[in-house]
């Protein structure tokens, strides 16, 4: 059976009235399925990637087995829910967070209190690092439900990036962000991570109980049988019979968009490729006004994740510049197209590349290095690559694989508990 959920977009029947901290809730879904789950994060916006993909796939497959039942409490412009194939969402307002545009706050601690205690979820995932442990820890703080972390996010290396190295000011700032986690660890039954480079990290900065969950790819839309009309989507879209690199995703400065497009004039000099930036966010303005970007082709964010994979098997090359990636879906929906990746050297992609010997990596910040591997990697056999990249996400990255293993992780934690 093939369940197709709607974008989350929950309304209450009374959208003016309906306030997720004093008014009526429904009953519970499937209230005697065998187990329940509850994801709460702020890392979910409209525009938002990876992790707005990760609960959507995941609201798919319990939609799929009614001995499951799944709630998904994230932000929005206002209190909301909405039932959907046996899963329900919940949005409660939150103000914007400032620069990281489009995600919002998840400050309504009554809320979540509240719908915690209706719900009665027997496992409590949470996505987000800072706010949303604390208020999910407040609300199951006598009910005895277990809070697992996913390690969505590289805290030390995202927070560490804007300090300088001198002094060791870099240093000191990546240390307090370990021991924020490892504080963090103590409040959680696991922490769950989805690479194994990422796992190994964790441990050696002192986090022991982690769970290696590698995130999916739909391989049904995520395929190379679209690279036949791939010429039909470039001229739809007004993009060059050329060699083409493509980056989808959001315009933040933890991407490290700036270090391809400082690259990218010698690139196309060298080998006339040329460059698709797809997505928004906060530094968008910033890489509009840069030097090189005349010659970019800028496309908003796709909502259609059909769209989004006919543009990935159009690509000659997928660009992922991001040290800090944790896992980089996006990439790995490339790479099912059979779209070899340029990647930085550091971060969960970098050890994509390197299992799947399907691109090039590049020393991170540097255009130079960058220039380097992407000049190579054009010069090389595209279609040879290609196939070792849907050979490797094919063979370790479909959704319903993933999700027996996180469930199998959620039973085991359930049934250590006392």
Known sequence: ???????????????????????????????????????????????????????????????????????????????????????????????????????????????????????????????????????????TRDLGIPMVCYHHTDVAGVLSRNFPTAGGVRRRVAGAAWQYLRWLERRCAMTIVATAGGARDLQAHGISRVAHVPLGVDLGTFSPSRRAYGAEVRARLGLPDAPLALFAGRFAREKELHVILDAWAQVEAACGARLVLVGAGPDEARLRAHAYADRVYFLPFMHDRAALADLLAAADVYVAPGPAETFGLSAVEAMACGTPVLSAGRGAVAEHVARSGAGRTYDAGSAASATLAAVSLFDDDLAHLGARAHAFAASEHEWRTVFDRLFTVYRQILASQP
């Not at 707005?52 to 087995?65: G, H, I, N, P, Q």
């Not at 620069?99 to 205690?117: D, E, G």
């Open 1 to 139: 059976m093939t369940i197709r959920l709607a974008v989350p977009v929950p309304m209450a029947p009374d959208r003016a009235t309906f306030r997720a901290g004093r008014s009526p809730l429904p009953p519970r879904l499937r209230d005697d399925a065998a187990l329940g789950v509850l994801d709460a994060t702020e890392w979910f916006g409209e525009t938002s990637g990876g992790i707005r993909t990760y609960l959507m796939e995941k609201a798919r497959y319990v939609a799929a087995r009614p001995d499951l039942r799944h709630t998904i409490v994230v932000p929005g412009q206002q209190d909301a829910i909405e039932d959907q194939s046996g899963v329900r969402f919940v949005r409660l307002e939150g103000p914007p967070i400032p620069r990281h545009r489009p995600y919002r706050f998840m400050l309504a601690t009554r809320s979540v209190s509240r719908i915690v205690r209706h719900e009665r979820p027997d496992i409590i995932e949470v996505g987000s690092p800072f706010v949303v442990p604390w208020i999910v820890s407040h609300a």
